[in-house]
């Protein structure tokens, strides 16, 4: 078993590229983990094209579950592909328009990626990893006036750096 915390880079999610942090539990089997946990991104910022005083503020909390295979393993170093399905909710507000509100969506998408782990110190180690997300679900971010202001992109580029403690 595996406890993982980590910083999060999410390109396309939001109207601007933006970081968070997660956590996650993992069980090995031979080459194989699987691997459930939670992410956050948090509340980011941003103005809406032609109206300067109007702003949005969105984030997105969710859960994940997945495997990875380590293909390659040469102590201290392993490399391979992971799959997940993630679930979550995504919500904004908005201020500086006449009729300001807030909502929330489900957030449902599928990622693959590879990851590459560094054992520096046994039972502990630097994880990288690089993949993208297509969201299954696609909500848009939608104000009363304005329309639609903005929906995640099709694919999704995201990067991990973490640490794992191996137990």
Do not use: K
């Not at 090995?28 to 503020?57: C, H, K, M, Q, W």
């Amino acid at each position: 078993m595996a406890l993982f915390a980590r910083a999060l880079a999410d390109a396309g999610t939001f109207p601007t590229p933006t970081v968070g942090f997660g956590a996650a539990l993992s069980l090995f089997v031979g080459r194989y983990r699987l691997e459930a946990g939670i992410s956050f991104l948090p509340t980011r910022t941003f103005s809406f094209p032609n109206l300067g005083s109007a702003s949005g503020d969105i984030d997105l909390t969710l859960a994940h579950v997945g495997a990875c295979a380590a293909f390659f393993q040469r102590r201290p170093f392993e490399l391979g592909p992971c799959v997940s399905f993630e679930a979550g909710r995504i919500q904004s507000s908005s201020a500086g328009v006449s009729s300001p509100g807030q909502g929330a969506a489900a957030w449902l998408a599928v990622s693959a990626g590879g990851r590459f782990a560094w054992t520096f110190a046994r039972p502990a180690a630097l994880v990288v990893g690089l993949g993208a997300a297509v969201p299954v679900v696609h909500p848009e971010l939608v104000v009363s006036g304005l329309g639609a202001v903005h929906r995640a992109s099709p694919v999704l580029g995201r990067a991990e750096l973490g640490v794992e403690v191996r137990f």
